[in-house]
């Protein structure tokens, strides 16, 4: 009798490297260059005490990985979520390469966070938190050198507290011209119009540009998205405006659906209110695990990493996958959706309006500009369609998926810029 030996999970670094090793493979990449792009750069732990409001103590890790930096600076967000370890940071920092470099931007990736739950402290406890961390991280992080951004659970606030707290360690003289250490500011700090839902915008421009390719009219068609946080809420806005219907919405707390729509609106009102899509007027809650098995057209992961597995990607009905979060999709389940004709439009093209956004902001605080709403998204739609047509091309010049043309794209990009510049010394 067969026995069955049960393979422990890969973790987010495995995914990647699997992924990255395919593209490698493809462009027969230089083996210099492979070992250079294998590992990251550098990788910084710290762990910092922050007085509680109630006077106690409480001692917090946080995480900054820089991968590489070929391209520019280094350039990612910051998440505060409790499955934040310097595994899942590497992933999420060469993930950020691969995604700059297909952009065709001036930057490297980083990606770091602290492993915490926000839900458990008070504003003036993040606070506290947030500039205790930016302090701790010190000369790490710089508007040329490591360029933060907002990711899961931290946002505008987050990143305005940062950008005070590393400008006030600056000399007087200097402090002004260091506004752009982050991105992701709210506007009235020196923030981007647009940047709230470039992120979703991109999701949706990369879905609509696909439909447009394969004769497909978006209106009548049924999606379904994981996590409506900003991300989920943005693409749904303008997936709406389409004439899609969004059928089911999953978030940590519930799973919600209606096969005759979900307002995107009423929604999106519903959860400021009470924090979740639990209980929402006109939907049925469904089983957590029963989510990817929904009727549906178009499915949008856009929560954490590693949520269509093995175990699931077999039940999905949708015939696209628009990867709005980071590394939704294991590796496993690639090979089962592949395999069922899905197409997966990868992270590193659908959700990539959020890196683009952000570098329109450090252009715009750079420079001393001010970039107006219309102007912004017009830009955007610019970007990612140049890199979704290159993709697109060159996935059928080659006859590989998706996200194997867009690392082959990224990764060719970066080992140039190593064959021009050589390595030191």
Known sequence: MLTVKNEPKKGMMENVMEQFNKAANHIELHPNIRKILSITNNEIVVNFPVKMDDGSVEVFRGYRVQHNNALGPYKGGLRYHPTVDIDAARALAMWMTWKTSLAGLPYGGGKGGIQIDPKKYSTSELERITRRFTYALADNIGPEHDIPAPDVNTNSQTMAWIADTYMSTCPPAERSANQHVVTGKPTESGGLEGRDRATGFGVYLTIKFWANKNNIDLKGKKYIVQGFGNVGYWVSYFLEKEGAILVAVQDAFSSIENQEGINVDSLFKHIQQT???????????????????????????????????????????????????????????????????????????????????????????????????????????????????????????????????????????????????????
């Open 275 to 425: 924090g979740s899509v639990s209980q929402f007027e006109n939907t049925i809650e469904i089983e957590k695990d029963n989510f990817f098995k929904t009727e549906c057209d178009i499915c949008i992961p856009a929560a954490l990493g590693n949520q269509i597995t093995e175990e699931n990607a077999g039940d999905i009905k949708a015939k696209l996958i628009a990867e709005g979060a980071n590394g939704p999709t294991t590796t496993e389940a690639e090979k089962i959706l592949l395999e069922n004709n899905v197409t997966i439009i990868p992270d590193i093209l659908c959700n990539s309006g959020g890196v683009i956004g952000s570098y329109f902001e450090w252009l715009q605080n750079r420079n001393g500009e001010l970039w107006q709403l219309d102007e912004v998204m017009l830009k955007l739609e610019k970007k990612i369609k140049e890199s979704f047509e290159k993709v697109y091309d060159y996935s059928k010049k080659e006859n590989i998926d998706f996200r194997t043309a867009a690392y082959c794209i990224a990764i060719k990009r970066i080992e140039k810029a190593y064959i021009q510049r050589g390595i030191f010394p």
